[in-house]
C-alpha cells in the first residue's frame, strides 16, 4: 500500500453517497443501456482484473460504476483500488468555474465527458480566497488575514486545517503554491508575502515562507528588501524551483512592467539577492498566469498594445526553456473575440496537457491543448448571470479518488 492510503480511508468516503451530491448537467440517456451490458462481465472477471480496468476509467465514470451492484460498489472503495488508482498517472483537470464574487458555489467541467458538475468545495468560505492545486489536492487560503488555510481533496471532501503561517499577517500582497509528490502524497506549501514599507514609495518588503506536509510545520526561508518592484500575487511550483511574477512600481511608465524571479526551495541559492536573478518576460503583459504542466513552467499572458501596454491586444501562451521563453501559441483573434468585452486581466491555470482561460466577466471557458495545439470552448456552463456586472472566476485541479491531505 502506498503512503496516505490509511488516512485516506479513514474518512469513511461512500462512493453510492456521493454520486447523489453530483448533479449532472447533460444527456445520461444511454447510461442505463452501458450500464446493464457491464454488468454481464461481473461473471467473467475475477476482482484484481475488474479493479485494474475500473481504475482505467474517469473519476465521473468510477462514481458511477459504485452504484452499479454491490460487488462493484465494494471494488471501488476497497484500498487495493486505490492503490491501482495511484499507478494511473494522471486524470485530465477540471475547471471549477465559481458562480459570482462571493458565493463560493460553483460547478466543476470534466474535460473527457464534457460535462459539468453542480459540486461543493470543502473549507472554501468565499470565492476570492486564493487557490492552488497539485495532484488531486488542492490548498485554499483566506483573502483577509491570509492566516487561515486548509489543504484538501475537493472530489473525497477531505480535508486538513494547517497552522497559521509566520511573518506579515496583513500584507499587501500574497502568492500561494503548491507542489505534491506522487509517491509518497506529501506536499509542499509556499507563500511568498510583499508589503510596502511604511512612508516608502519604491520599497517593498518580501519573505518567502514554506509548509512541509512531513514536518508539519512552517519556516521562513527567505526575506528580502525589493527597491521599484513587488511581488504579486502569482505563483508556482515546477521541480523545486519556486517562480512568482513581480510587478514594478513605477506603473504604466514602464514598457515592460513584469519580471519573473525563480527560487530554488532546496535553499542552495538562498544567500543570493533574487532581484538578481530576475528573469524578463517575452513581451509587454497586461497580466499573466504562471502554470505546472508536466513539470514544464508555463505562463499564460496578456499582450499589451506596444504604445499601450495597459491595453491588451491578445492572448499568448510561453514555455520556460532555462531562461528563455518559447512562445506555443497565440489566441486566434476569433476566439479573442468570443470573450466579448474582454478585460486586461482573466483567469488561467492548468495542469497535464490542458490550460483553461476564463474572462472574468464572462462563464464561457475556453480551452487550450498543448499537444494538439488546437482550441474550442467547452459546453456552456449552466449559470446566469445575476446581474449584469457580475464577475466569474475558477481553478483547475486534478480529479482524484485516493490521495488525502
Known amino acids: 500500500m502506498m503512503d496516505g492510503e490509511t488516512s485516506w480511508v479513514s474518512c469513511n468516503y461512500d462512493t453510492a453517497r456521493d454520486i447523489d451530491d453530483y448533479e449532472l448537467f447533460s444527456e445520461l440517456s444511454d447510461e442505463g443501456n452501458q450500464a446493464a451490458s457491464a454488468v454481464s462481465l461481473d461473471v467473467i472477471l475475477p476482482d484484481d482484473i475488474l479493479e485494474r480496468i475500473l481504475a482505467c476509467l474517469p473519476v465521473a465514470s468510477i462514481f458511477r460504476a459504485g452504484s ?8 471501488v472503495s ?3 483500488f486505490l492503490w491501482n488508482l495511484s499507478q494511473v498517472l494522471s486524470q485530465k483537470p477540471w475547471y471549477f468555474m465559481f458562480t459570482s464574487t462571493d458565493d463560493p458555489g ?5 474535460p473527457i465527458l464534457r460535462k459539468w458538475y453542480n459540486i461543493e468545495l470543502p473549507c472554501l468560505k468565499t470565492s476570492n480566497w486564493f487557490k492552488t492545486s497539485s495532484c488531486g489536492l488542492v490548498s485554499f487560503m483566506d ?4 492566516s487561515e488555510l486548509y489543504v484538501c481533496n475537493p472530489i473525497t471532501k477531505c480535508s486538513e486545517k494547517l497552522a497559521e503561517p509566520p511573518g506579515l499577517k496583513f500584507s499587501d500582497y500574497s502568492a500561494l503554491a503548491m507542489s505534491t509528490s506522487r509517491v509518497s502524497n506529501g506536499y509542499q506549501i509556499s507563500i511568498v508575502k510583499s508589503k510596502q514599507i511604511p512612508g516608502n514609495f519604491v520599497q517593498w518588503d ?8 512531513e514536518a508539519r510545520m512552517w519556516a521562513t526561508s527567505h526575506t528580502e528588501v525589493f527597491t521599484g518592484w513587488r511581488a504579486g500575487d502569482e505563483s508556482v511550483i515546477c521541480d523545486g524551483i519556486l517562480y512568482f511574477l513581480i510587478y514594478s512600481t513605477a506603473g504604466s511608465l514602464l514598457e515592460n512592467r513584469h519580471g519573473l524571479i525563480p527560487y530554488d526551495l532546496s535553499g542552495r541559492s538562498s544567500h543570493d539577492l533574487l532581484i538578481n536573478n530576475s528573469i524578463p518576460v517575452p513581451c509587454p503583459l497586461t497580466c499573466g498566469r504562471l502554470m505546472n504542466l508536466k513539470g514544464n513552467l508555463v505562463m499564460v499572458g496578456g499582450i499589451g498594445k506596444q504604445d499601450r501596454p495597459d491595453i491588451i491586444k491578445g492572448i499568448g501562451i510561453w514555455m520556460l526553456k532555462g531562461k528563455e521563453w518559447q512562445e506555443i501559441a497565440r489566441m ?18 492548468g495542469m497535464d496537457d490542458l490550460i483553461y482561460i476564463q474572462s472574468y466577466g464572462s462563464s464561457m471557458l475556453l480551452l487550450f491543448d498543448m499537444n494538439l495545439k488546437t482550441w474550442k470552448w467547452s459546453p456552456k456552463c449552466p449559470v446566469t448571470k445575476r446581474f449584469p456586472l457580475q464577475l466569474f472566476t475558477g481553478f483547475s485541479f486534478e480529479p482524484r479518488l485516493e490521495i488525502a491531505p
Open 68 to 75: 452499479v451492484c454491490k460487488r462493484w460498489q465494494e471494488i
Open 78 to 80: 476497497s484500498r487495493r
Open 106 to 110: 460553483g460547478y466543476a467541467y470534466d
Open 143 to 146: 483573502n483577509d488575514s491570509r
Open 206 to 213: 518580501l519573505s518567502i515562507h514554506l509548509y512541509d506536509s
Open 332 to 349: 486566434p483573434h476569433k476566439f479573442f473575440q468570443g470573450f466579448g468585452e474582454l478585460d486586461d486581466v482573466f483567469a488561467s491555470s
